[in-house]
């Protein structure tokens, strides 16, 4: 099955700073979504992006489809980023796998006061 | 507005007994899945449903089942719990053509 892989891990911020989260993946999509898991396990829908470019407010995502990457960018981050940013796949391999996330690893934000 | 909902959010239950968890959807979704997350495996896919009556084994469906009655509803049941199915479990849907899906706000489960 296709493959997610998350960079960083991990990652520490000061409070203001910027940050650049990236998803590869090992074959062609049909569906990319950002999620960030919040300290209370909520599982939030950042970004439906399964190509190009979209922004919401602080946050913005980029997915070159043809280069099976996505990023996520966090400007001036704040505390309140701080938790697990998952990026999830569904692939177009076949349709039984229609509808259905894979998800990676996650990177684990940690935003310092 | 609509959304998805889980319940229990917490359960403790014993090691051999069958437990369900629910999941219900207003969305009016055709596709429901159950995913777990577990440390150092991320969320892993349990079962899924494309619509009434169709059900489908994802990665890890060994011990659950599901059953699918109605549009809104994908109940999860553990025939016979185990410790290894401590877990936290998200339920999530999706119209029809793989596009976004949402997630409920998970159950925590604990085997003893």
């Known amino acids: 099955g296709i493959q997610v892989e998350q960079s960083p891990p991990d990652l520490i911020l000061q409070e203001g700073a910027n940050s650049t989260l990236r998803c590869n993946f090992s074959d062609s999509v049909n569906n990319l979504q950002w999620f960030h898991q919040n300290p209370w396990g909520q599982l939030i829908n950042l970004f439906y992006i399964p190509s190009g470019t979209k922004q919401n407010g602080r946050l913005s995502a980029t997915t070159v489809a043809t280069e099976r990457y996505s990023l996520l960018y966090i400007s001036s981050s704040q505390t309140t980023d701080s938790g697990v940013y998952f990026c999830?796949?569904?692939?177009?391999?076949?349709?039984?796998?229609?509808?259905?996330?894979?998800f990676g690893q996650g990177t684990i934000l940690t935003v310092h006061p | 507005d609509a959304e998805i909902t889980q319940s229990p959010r917490h359960k403790i239950t014993e090691t051999g007994r069958q437990v369900t968890l629910a999941c219900h959807q207003t969305w009016n979704h055709n596709n429901m899945f159950w995913y777990r997350q577990d440390l150092g495996h991320g969320l892993r896919l349990i079962h899924y449903s494309y619509g009434v009556q169709d059900t489908n084994k994802g990665e890890v469906s060994d011990g659950y089942s599901v059953s699918r009655s109605n549009t809104e509803d994908l109940p999860l049941t553990l025939e016979s719990a185990a410790s290894s199915q401590t877990s936290v479990y998200f339920c999530a849907s999706a119209r029809t053509g793989g596009t976004e899906a949402f997630f409920g706000q998970g159950t925590r489960l604990t085997v003893v």
């Open positions: 999830a796949v569904t692939s177009y391999a076949g349709g039984t796998s229609y509808g259905k996330l894979t």
